[in-house]
Antibody, heavy 122, light 107 residues
């Protein structure tokens, strides 16, 4: 079955760039039927969609983060990645990767990775 | 952006109870709504999609209804494993947005 796994540093300094990778196993990231997304959840708070990418490289970003976010895909490694620049303590969160449908109408997330906590602190 | 508002923010109930959680969208989203269950320290799990379709493997005591702006998630007979936080998500337009969550606690 399809599995997603986030990886990357758990601690990032303020003003630096957060970088995470999601590795997809049990299926191809090059499927024409899906987008691959990033969602985050600050400790004790709700869920925020960050952005999504198609295997061709087409992206959608949340306007609230768009100026700082870059999502990329490496189909040869079956991975996609997140970069968030100029981080502050407000970016401390559990970051999840997940799959969703290609049409915006019907973009529910399933499955999800287990999540990785990224703390922004000096 | 479409704002999603859940009520209540928390609810206490007992095993065997019937519980209903409401989600309201700030504008019409047809049936483009999903519900998730999240347990502490775990990723959210998709329960319901397209407002009323049960995800494979999800017990039939979970059901969803609604269209337009008002939606409900109902658990017909609470089981111990159902105590968790529940989120709705609109899938009508970007940016995709979630409700603030409803924490279901044991009474």
């Amino acid at each position: 079955q399809l599995q997603l796994q986030e990886s990357g540093p758990g601690l990032v300094k303020p003003s630096e760039t957060l970088s995470l990778t999601c590795t997809v196993s049990g299926g191809s990231i090059s499927s024409s039927s899906y987008y691959w997304g990033w969602i985050r959840q600050p400790p004790g708070k709700g869920l925020e969609w960050i952005g999504s990418i198609y295997y061709s490289g087409s992206t959608y970003y949340n306007p609230s983060l768009k100026s700082r976010v870059t999502i990329s895909v490496d189909t040869s490694k079956n991975q996609f990645s997140l970069k968030l620049s100029s981080v502050t303590a407000a970016d401390t969160a559990v970051y999840y990767c997940a799959r969703h449908g290609t049409m915006v109408r019907g973009s529910w997330f399933d499955p999800w990775g287990q999540g990785t906590l990224v703390t922004v602190s000096s | 952006d479409i704002q999603m508002t859940q009520s209540p923010s928390s609810v206490s109930a007992s095993v065997g109870d019937r519980v209903t959680i409401t989600c309201r969208a700030s504008q019409g989203i047809s049936s483009w709504l999903a519900w998730y269950q999240q347990k502490p320290g775990k990723a959210p799990k998709l329960l319901i999609y397209a407002a009323s379709s049960l995800q494979s493997g999800v017990p039939s005591r979970f059901s969803g209804s609604g269209s337009g702006t008002d939606f409900t998630l109902t658990i017909s007979s609470l089981q111990p494993e159902d105590f968790a936080t529940y989120y709705c998500q609109q899938a009508n337009s970007f940016p995709l947005t979630f409700g603030q969550g409803t924490k279901l606690e044991i009474k």
